[in-house]
């Protein structure tokens, strides 16, 4: 098996995208957050540990300024955030609401934005 592969359906699984969006995750996710995704899973992690953890996990070189890169994907709805230093991965659902009202809408075909309606 490919090893990517796997990596791409644990992917898919933690955020539970819907089978039909996986041609499209490209335009949902960043590279870098798919790594993030990754590295956390289902844990709740803090800044000091999602560190530790990507330097000791990642192929990916560690974004340079981590809490900004944290900020960032919370802000685009990768990440839930706990308190002021603890993130947990969100759902898809979490990160459409924010890409459909604010990013790629009309990146997409109208039979995906229609599929994504009736999801």
Request: charged share 25%; aromatic share 14%.
């Given at each position: 098996m490919n090893p990517k592969q796997s990596l791409g359906s644990r992917f898919y699984h933690l955020v539970d995208l819907p089978?039909?969006?996986?041609?499209?995750?490209?335009?949902?996710?960043?590279?870098?957050?798919?790594?993030?995704?990754?590295?956390?899973?289902?844990?709740?992690?803090?800044?000091?540990?999602?560190?530790?953890?990507?330097?000791?996990?990642?192929?990916?070189?560690?974004?340079?300024?981590?809490h900004a890169f944290l900020e960032r994907s919370y802000k685009r709805g990768v990440l839930q955030r706990h308190d002021r230093s603890n993130?947990?991965?969100?759902?898809?659902?979490?990160?459409?609401?924010?890409?459909?009202?604010?990013?790629g809408w009309l990146d997409i075909p109208d039979s995906i934005r229609g599929n994504l309606n009736r999801w």
């Amino acid at each position: 098996m490919n090893p990517k592969q796997s990596l791409g359906s644990r992917f898919y699984h933690l955020v539970d995208l819907p089978g039909f969006l996986i041609p499209w995750v490209d335009r949902f996710y960043e590279p870098s957050e798919i790594d993030l995704v990754l590295l956390l899973a289902r844990d709740v992690l803090s800044i000091e540990a999602i560190t530790a953890r990507w330097e000791a996990y990642s192929d990916a070189p560690c974004p340079e300024d981590i809490h900004a890169f944290l900020e960032r994907s919370y802000k685009r709805g990768v990440l839930q955030r706990h308190d002021r230093s603890n993130y947990s991965v969100t759902d898809f659902h979490s990160r459409y609401d924010i890409w459909a009202l604010l990013e790629g809408w009309l990146d997409i075909p109208d039979s995906i934005r229609g599929n994504l309606n009736r999801w």
